[in-house]
């Protein structure tokens, strides 16, 4: 096929005078500001600088005032956004092992969707306020490729950004973004061990060991090793290992230099699903073979796999960390990254369509099989190089003042995938549906020839301001613009579907694919303003806009027509307007917010009815209501809970629900999450939680007689711990208390699911040294 050179529309002017500018300006205002400024108390009191070491403070009850990234100025209750942090003693008090398993403290954040028919998501696949957002995670402010499931083994806290994180991150997905805060050398002494069991095979083990070297250098090293069994599921595996290293140096001094490096291997059993047959709603899908319809339902525990399915990643990464203060003023922060992550997957994944199901017996469901009709391979890297440089300052003009952050970001991203498929014609043998075999394999199957590579080089800049015109008013004002190139080279098996024909070569003979080079100007920006009646308290106003390119999410292009990675097509464009109010009640002990918002998503691809051709002129649109407290009531008595009710419908083009309404798929009505704990006296230390997610409508294709929605459902937990000596404690965690069955996500399709947590436990022995 042609390449494609540029965009259709004209170029911005060039990026270099923008960056020029932004350095310039961060460089120049201090100097304006004068000493003046540090002696202002207002201004004293309002700056941030950035700074990486974390102190636990365990009063503070679950509660973060700051978000890690210096392009956040200002303390949480005075940041106009959605923004939630879940911490360290949170998540490990509810034993979640997994960025996933964090993220329930979130409401209406999950993984909802199991993937398309003939592939499953993998890893950390989140939905957030109706849109995918599994390519908007971020580590320590740097995004992190690849479809893995990340460990929170060295990680302090997740920060949850909801509404378009454009300005912040550059492109991102148009409802949010997840940010992983790791853990850094401290000034002391301190190693803790941890080894935890339970049942379903659960077994993981940590360490954190903690060592100061002179006066104002440090060492940390975070080490994991798990084995686990999934408890309600047959053969699924959790197996992994990972090494963190740190180095700081200059701790406590304006220079602080961090050297940071993360080893993790993984060699995992993925969970292709269940199907739904039996399940409210699913109705036979050949009319000629009623009893399918009124078949019992399979049991939960199966595994539908072979023994060959296996998902191997390996992920490395290096970090270097440079802060410098050259005043109380003004600082700098520079992150230099390299990252790879490598994935190997094989996951038998099934179509329970009439033509895969076969009933020998009709009448005795014992004899009936299911066809492993749909291989699913993998085998991608991906592979990112940045460097960010950002200067904070703080500085007076006239009576109003500002806490400035401004920066350029210059990364390279590369993502290559490799074709795999069976070879000969090669089959995996059919799976009785209710009593499958998991030893089955001998598929025969290898590299095809086809391959896929896309390589984005992007140069950022951006500035933030926030403007304090006396005690009372704030405006916050931020733009960033990303330049960028995305250059995609692939092969092809000619004759398959997306593919060019065959001619007088042989089908499936590798041939040139889709070429093509893209270069464009992202554009983002935001405006807020707060208002604060009172000290403790703001009420604000935002709106924001963020875009998402062409294979923005994976660097993959397509040349299907239903793909929106088309490389010929405009930017998706997302605008959220927000209100909301946030409230330190209870002498500053408990954060209450309360949000109101509504994101507009444009330039979604659409099928015309008349023309059957693609367009862009598809509008989606989620709104609704968020409300958080997080805090310690008591000194004893700590709490996290979040609701969200969201109305998630498209606004023009077609319908994207099974079931033909305009409702988005996989996205919760209603969503709401708790977790409290309260320490007694004599040590010991009960908490418990609960989640409640809505009825979520699957998306629509040409399944027959498969559920078209799934039920809401409520989920309980408990969590007792107690000090056994000043070196041990033991905490144990039940989860799932009342053993509800329920529907955790399911496939496109709807001929399979993912069965959520039965009632399960795990003991935890954590030993300080």
């Given amino acids: 096929m042609a390449g494609i050179t540029s965009r259709k529309h004209p170029t911005p002017p060039s990026l270099t005078y923008s960056v020029a500018a932004a350095s310039l300006l ?57 923004i939630g942090v879940i911490t360290r003693d949170l998540f490990e008090q509810q034993g979640a092992t997994t960025l996933t398993e964090a993220l329930r403290n979130s409401p209406g954040v999950g993984t909802f969707y199991a993937g398309e028919n003939g592939s499953t998501t993998t890893g950390d696949g989140i ?78 083990a940590t360490a954190d060991l903690n060592r100061q070297f002179g006066a104002d250098d440090a060492f940390r ?36 230099v ?58 490395d990464m290096l970090t270097l960390i440079v802060q410098h203060e050259f005043n109380p003023d003004m600082a700098l922060r520079n992150t230099t990254r390299w990252g790879r992550t490598y ?58 003042i500002h806490d400035l952050s401004t920066g350029v970001e ?37 590299e095809t020839g086809a391959w896929s590579t896309g390589t984005t080089d992007t140069a950022a800049a951006y500035v933030f301001d926030t403007l304090k015109f006396g005690e009372r008013w704030q405006v916050t004002a931020g733009v960033r613009l990303d330049r960028y190139t995305t250059r995609y080279d692939s092969m092809a098996l000619c004759g398959a579907r997306n593919a060019p024909g065959c001619g007088t070569l042989a089908q499936g003979t590798p041939v040139q694919g889709l070429k093509a080079r893209v270069v464009d100007t992202l554009p983002n920006g935001k405006l807020g303003v707060l208002y604060k009646p009172a000290a403790n308290g703001s009420i604000y106003a935002n709106f924001a806009v963020a875009q998402q390119p062409p294979g923005g999410n994976t660097l993959l292009f397509s040349s299907s027509a239903r793909s929106a990675d088309k490389p010929q097509l405009d930017p998706q464009h997302a605008s959220t307007t927000e209100v909301g109010t946030k409230w330190d009640l209870l002498d500053q002990r408990v954060l209450f917010t309360a949000a109101l918002y509504r994101t507009v998503v444009r330039n979604e691809l659409t099928q015309d ?28 008595w700590g709490i996290s809970a979040g609701f969200t009710r969201m109305d998630a419908k498209v606004t023009a083009g077609q319908a994207v629900s099974n079931d033909g309404s305009r409702d988005l798929a996989y996205t919760p009505r209603r969503a709401f999450t708790a977790w409290t704990t309260y320490h007694l006296p004599f040590g010991l230390t009960l908490g418990g939680g609960a989640r409640y997610a809505g009825s979520m409508k699957r998306g629509t294709d040409g399944a027959i007689g498969t559920p078209a929605q799934t039920g809401s459902y409520w989920v309980f937990d408990a969590m007792a711990s107690f000090p056994a000596n000043r070196h041990l404690d033991l905490q144990l965690n039940l989860y799932n208390l009342l053993g509800r069955d329920y529907i955790a996500a399911i496939n496109k399709s709807g001929y399979r699911y993912v069965p959520g947590t039965p009632r399960a436990a795990m003991l935890t022995a954590s030993i300080r040294f």
């Fill in 26 to 82: 961060a460089l120049a205002l201090p100097a304006y500001a004068g000493t003046t400024v540090t002696a202002d108390p207002q201004v004293r009191d309002a700056k941030r600088l950035p700074g990486i070491e974390v102190n636990a403070n365990l009063d503070a009850g679950y509660r973060a005032d700051m978000v890690d990234s210096p392009k956040f100025t200002q303390p949480l209750i005075d940041t106009p956004q959605t």
């Fill in 127 to 204: 939905y957030m306020r109706g849109f995918d957002t599994s390519g908007s995670i971020f580590v320590d402010g740097v995004r992190d490729l690849g479809s893995i499931s990340r460990d929170l083994f060295n990680v302090e806290q997740v920060e949850v950004t909801k509404g378009p994180d454009g300005t912040e991150y550059g492109r991102t997905a148009p409802t949010g973004a997840v940010n992983m805060v790791t853990r850094q050398p401290l000034r002391t002494d301190a190693a803790v061990a941890s080894v935890a069991y339970g049942n379903g095979q659960q077994q993981r």
């Fill in 221 to 256: 090293l975070d080490v994991v090793g798990q084995d686990s069994g999934v408890p309600g599921r047959d053969r699924v595996r959790h197996r992994r290992w990972g090494v963190a290293p740190s180095l700081a140096f200059g701790l406590g001094t304006p220079t602080r």
């Fill in 258 to 315: 961090y050297l940071d490096a993360l080893h993790v291997k993984q060699d995992n059993i993925p969970d292709g699903g269940v199907p739904t047959m039996g399940l409210p709603g699913y109705a036979t899908p050949d009319p000629a073979r009623p009893q399918l319809g009124q078949a019992p339902r399979v049991d939960s525990d199966n595994f539908y796999g072979t023994a060959q399915d296996h998902d191997h990643v390996t992920e």
């Fill in 343 to 400: 994935q190997d997957y094989l996951l038998t994944s099934f179509v329970a369509s009439a033509a895969n199901l076969s009933t020998p017996d009709p009448a005795d469901p014992s004899t009936w099989a299911l066809a492993r009709s749909n291989p699913n391979f993998k085998r991608q890297s991906n592979r990112i190089l940045t460097n960010q440089t950002n200067i904070t300052a703080n500085f007076v003009t006239g009576r109003v």
């Fill in 410 to 446: 210059l990364t390279e991203e590369k993502a290559t995938a490799v074709d795999v498929a069976p070879l000969g014609g090669s089959i995996w043998p059919a799976a009785n549906l209710y009593r499958p075999d998991p030893r089955a394999g001998g598929l025969r199957y290898g």
């Fill in 609 to 636: 009815p008349v023309d059957e051709q693609y367009y862009q002129t598809g509008r989606k649109c989620v709104q609704g209501i968020e409300l958080g407290v997080v805090g310690r009531i008591t000194d004893d």
